[in-house]
């Protein structure tokens, strides 16, 4: 997510750090590249002249010029109007005790709209309330048949057209009305309304919707919107809050490769803030949208807070315990480290993770293009291939032959053993030093140790060759083969 706006920001804010003093020409010409940054990421173009001026006045009126550190304080400068710039955000959804709130969902076809109100009918139950879905969408019937699936995956009841009632079938005003009904009648804390989409707006779409929301007077109305579309989920969201006056924004898709634009802009064009972002298929994808930790996450701050709270939703905590007890007791094996990555697999995709930790950020496009997956497969491969006393003192145990025997069973290379046994020292002398510490510590720690993780003289530093990217095991293997097929045809030159 914003991979690439991070990496742009981060290269135009370096250039202002690299400045032995900051005058007003060189902060603008450095902000420039922040400006491109910007639009090429898909943000609107009235939107980056409002915010670069904002950034420039907050400069000049905080003298940074004559500051200590100034271009860090141009840094936080832009941070803080990027977290302006998308908040604030108000994350409550207002449910009343003793009331039957109805919220609406709707948006354009293909946004992940169904899908979000079961999502958001999971966080909703979480919380102890009870949930009904209405399947409104009439346009779609396979709309209604996907809510009902879902429905039934969460235990929450589905409300569905009654194809048999006159006057019912076709109607999405009288199915909402019925819904509603329903609800209070069976006392029912929270009415999810499904509406209809289209492929793009147009005037059937705004008076169908108008019409549910006069006749039905849903309490809070959000919009569904594909963060994929740039600035084209903008001007939607411009055009529903115009008919509709509009709660919030719930953003999908914003784990794929979406370039930020929307959601930066989407605030400032419509003063309709993002309320939850789904960040993947999964019904339990949908998270409280937070401007201060996506400003940090977009300026390689990381986002620890996210991180822990995932860490504690998704790990198996009584496994963390026994590890935490082990590290204690001075104790960290290879298959230690292999249960640690399988934890750290559940938090998803390794670059949105050190996304997350603070100062890892620039190790994503380090290992851009590996295939990250195959290699911890073959990482697992050579620690099942050791004997369990291996695995627990492997620096002393294992000798060359033992090496040997452990690369043919895992079919790797002897090095690549080797290569493993050097890393874990240190990475077992780190760990047991963050023994006791909570998690947001350990994070911390990560970030202290970030700059010898990458530094190529460094302990647990990984070759990474011509093109500034971490090697696969494959990479590596063909490169040995290479320098190997060279220096035999150089042998035999010599011969010759």
Known sequence: MFESLTASLSSALGALRGRGKLTAANMREGLDGVRTALLEADVAYDVVNQFLDRVVADAVGAKVLDALDPAQQ?????????????????????LEAGKTTILMLCGLQGSGKTTSCAKLARKIKEQGRSVLLVAADLQRPAAIEQLVVLGQKLGVPVHTPDTVATGFAGDPVAVCNAGVARARKENISVVILDTAGRLSIDSALMQELTRIDRAVGPDQVYLVVDAMTGQDAVQSAKAF?????????????????????????????????????????????LEDFHPERMAGRILGM??????????????????????????????????????????????????????????????????????????????????????PEERRNPSRVIDQSRRRRIATGAGVEAQEVSELV???????????????LGMRDRMKEMQRLQGEMTNPSGRLARSKGDTGKRLTAEERRKQKKQRDKELRRKNRGLQG
């Open 241 to 285: 809050n115009d008919a509709l006056e509009l709660n919030g924004v719930i953003m999908t898709k914003l784990d794929g490769d979406a370039r930020g634009g929307a959601a930066l802009s989407v605030k400032s064009v419509t003063g309709v803030p993002i309320k939850f972002i789904g960040t993947g298929e999964q019904i339990e994808a």
């Open 74 to 94: 141009i840094v936080g400068i832009v941070h803080s109007e990027l977290i302006n710039l998308m908040g604030p955000v108000d994350h409550s959804l207002h």
């Open 302 to 387: 990381g986002d620890v807070l996210t991180l822990v709270e995932e860490a504690q939703r998704k790990f198996d905590q009584d496994e963390m315990q026994e590890q935490e007890a082990r590290l204690r007791a001075g104790e960290f094996t290879l298959e230690d480290f292999k249960k640690m990555l399988l934890q750290t697999r559940r938090l998803g995709p390794l670059g949105k993770v050190l996304g997350m930790i603070p100062g890892m950020g620039g190790m994503q496009e380090m290992l851009a293009g590996a295939d990250l997956e195959k290699d911890m497969q073959r990482l697992f491969g050579v620690i099942d291939s050791m004997t």
């Open 422 to 436: 050097k890393q874990f020292d240190g990475m077992s002398s780190m760990m047991k030093g963050m023994a006791g």
